[in-house]
């Protein structure tokens, strides 16, 4: 009779093994930038946006935002799942009002870092799936 012990044991091994797999498709340096161009996707999940604190609210010492995104970018390629970061510049652009008399209005898109998770064929693709899962 098997018991609980080597069943566990067994299951352990084929997890390991199968993570194994995986891991050898997708390349993880620790340090190493991972930017997404136009030969990545075409189905990706969306896995974080960030954005760095003004000086005058942060709190104590911490990552940047393009050191989380590298980090998170990172872990999820120890797992397995390919990872690439997206940015995004700041932007002030003015906007005139219908109205003569009216004053005029800006509108700001604050600098961002996005974390994006993918190269899936499709959003019914099995790897899709569970790496949305795991996200």
């Avoid at 340096?29 to 974080?48: E, N, S």
């Amino acid at each position: 009779m098997i018991s609980f012990r080597n069943l566990l044991l067994l299951g352990t091994a084929l997890v390991l093994c199968s993570c194994t797999a995986t891991q050898a498709e997708v390349e993880a340096i620790k340090g190493k930038k991972y930017p997404l161009t136009a030969k990545h996707g075409p189905w990706m999940i969306m896995v974080a946006s960030l954005r760095n604190v003004d000086e005058d609210w942060r709190k104590g010492d911490g990552l940047s935002a393009e050191e989380a995104a590298d980090q998170l970018v990172y872990e999820l390629r120890r797992t397995g799942i390919p990872a690439y970061t997206w940015s995004m510049d700041e932007k002030v652009e003015q906007i005139s009002s219908p109205q003569p008399n009216s004053s005029r209005r800006y509108v700001a898109q604050h600098g961002s870092i996005s974390v994006l998770a993918g190269n899936f064929p499709s959003n019914n693709d099995a790897d899709a799936k569970r790496a949305l899962e795991y996200i």
